[in-house]
C-alpha cells in the first residue's frame, strides 16, 4: 500500500499544478453528503491557504441539467470532488474548454481531453469503495498543494461517512491516513464499547438500538433499556438531562460493558467492544458523519463545512430537525405498507411523494436493520429529474454482490443512470419505471446470489 500511495502522490502533483498556476476565478463543486462534505471542506482550506479566488457549492448529484448550469458559471477552473469521474462525458460535452480538476473516488468513464487532470485512486490499481474515500484523495492533493494541511481527520470522517469500513476497521490507504491523524492527535483510537452516540444519543436510547448484538426485552424495547440500567445502579438523567455513553465515568462504562458481553445473545466480544474513534471535541466519527449527512440532506451543506472548518459548535438545531423528518418519513412507511412490494431476494419501497428524496438512503438503511427486513432493500422517491433510487445490502453479501454495477446496469437499460458501491448504490429512471426496473435487477440479484 505504501507504493500505491506513491503512486497516487504522483498523480496528485500532477493535479496540483494547474491548481498552482491558476489566476482566475476557481468554481469548487463537491457531493452533499458527509464525504463530499469533508471533501468539499478539504479543498475549502486548501484554496484559501493559496490566497485563490473561489467560491463552492454542494449538489446531490452531478446530472446533465445539474452539470449544464455549472457550466454558466463565469470560472476559468472547475474542481470536482466527490464526483465526476462517472460524469467525465457530460463534462466533456459541457466544459470542454476550460481546465477540469476531477479529485475522485468513484468508478472512471474512458473520457480524456487536454484540459482535464484526474485524481483517482482506480488509475493506480487503488479500490476506491473501500480503500479510500473521496475526502481520502482530496486531502493527498491539499499535501501536494500545501504541504501538511492538519486536515488528515476529515479523509477519516470521509471514508467512515462513506461506510469504507471493513468487519469495524479501515483497510488500504484509509488505514495509512488513520495512522497519520492517530500519530498527529487529529483522531483518538481506542477501544471501547460499539454504542452508536456516544456523545449525542441518550444511553437508554444507545442500548435500545443497539443492534450488533440481541438482548432479549432491551433490544428495540425502550422501557426495557431503561430497567436494564437501572438494575446496574446507572443514572440515566444528569442535571435534568439524559446522560450519553460519554458522561460515564469509567466504572460505569465497564459495569456496562460486562453486562452487554454477559446477556447479549450474540456475546462475540467483537459485537460488543471495538475501536472507538473520536474527534478532539469528543465526537465519535460515526456520530460526526451523521451530522454532516444530515446538513446534506437538510439542504445546508454550508453548516456541515461549518462543522468540518470549526466554525460551528452548536448541532442541536440540526439533529433535532433530522431526527424529527426520519421520525415522520418512518410513520408514514408504518401506516402504509402497501408501497413495499416483496421479492425473493429483495424488498422494494415506492414511497413515491411519501419520502423526499433526499431522504430515502436514510430511511431505508434504518429499515435494513429492522429484524423484519430482508438482506437487500431498495427505495424509490420521486424527485425533480425522474425517480431517486437508493438501495443498501446486508454487510453478509460484501464480495457476494456489487449493487453499484447492478443498479447501473438496470437503470441504463431504462433510459437512467446509476452507480455506487458492493453494499450501497443509487440512481434516477424515468417517472413510472420503478416496476419495470425491479423486474430487471430482481433477475441479476437472483443471478448473482446463485452464482456464489
Known sequence: MIKKLKELQELAKQAAEPIKREKGK??????????????????????????????????KQL???????????????????????????????????????????????????????????????????????????AYILSRELVGESGMVSLAIIGAVGDVQEKDGNLIGLNKILLEEARKSGKINVKKGLKLYGRKTRALHKAVEYHDNSHIHGVTGNESGAVQFLSSLGIPLTENGKWRTLSDLDEKEERRLTTALLLECENSAETNV?????????????????????????????????????????????????????????????????????????????IAKDMVDEAFIGTVISILLRSPEGKSILFGFANGGEGVKISARADKKLRDKINLGVLIKDSAEKLDGEGGGHMLAGGGKIPPGKEEAFIEIIDQLIDNNINEH
Open 63 to 137: 446530472e446533465e441539467p445539474i452539470l449544464k448550469e455549472i457550466s454558466k458559471k463565469g470560472a476559468n477552473m472547475f474542481i470536482f470532488c466527490d464526483l465526476g469521474s462517472g460524469q467525465l462525458n457530460n463534462i466533456k460535452k459541457y466544459i470542454p474548454d476550460r481546465k477540469v480538476v476531477v479529485v475522485d473516488h468513484h468508478q472512471l468513464e474512458e473520457a480524456r481531453w487536454e484540459n482535464l487532470y484526474l485524481l483517482n485512486p482506480y488509475l493506480v490499481e487503488v479500490d476506491g469503495s473501500e480503500e479510500i474515500s473521496g475526502s481520502g484523495v
Open 26 to 59: 476557481i468554481h469548487v463543486v463537491s457531493h452533499h453528503d458527509a464525504d463530499g462534505i469533508c471533501a468539499g471542506s478539504i479543498i475549502y482550506k486548501t484554496l484559501k491557504k493559496l490566497g485563490k479566488d473561489f467560491d463552492i457549492e454542494f449538489v
Open 273 to 349: 467492544l471495538g475501536n472507538i474513534l473520536t474527534l478532539p471535541n469528543g465526537y465519535e466519527i460515526g456520530e460526526f458523519t451523521t451530522l454532516l449527512n444530515a446538513c446534506g440532506r437538510l439542504e445546508k451543506p454550508m453548516a456541515g463545512l461549518e462543522l468540518c472548518l470549526g466554525m460551528r459548535e452548536s448541532t442541536e438545531e440540526i439533529t433535532r430537525e433530522y431526527r424529527r423528518k426520519i421520525a415522520f418519513y418512518l410513520r408514514k412507511i408504518k401506516n402504509n405498507k402497501k408501497i413495499i412490494i416483496e421479492k425473493r431476494n429483495a424488498s422494494y419501497l
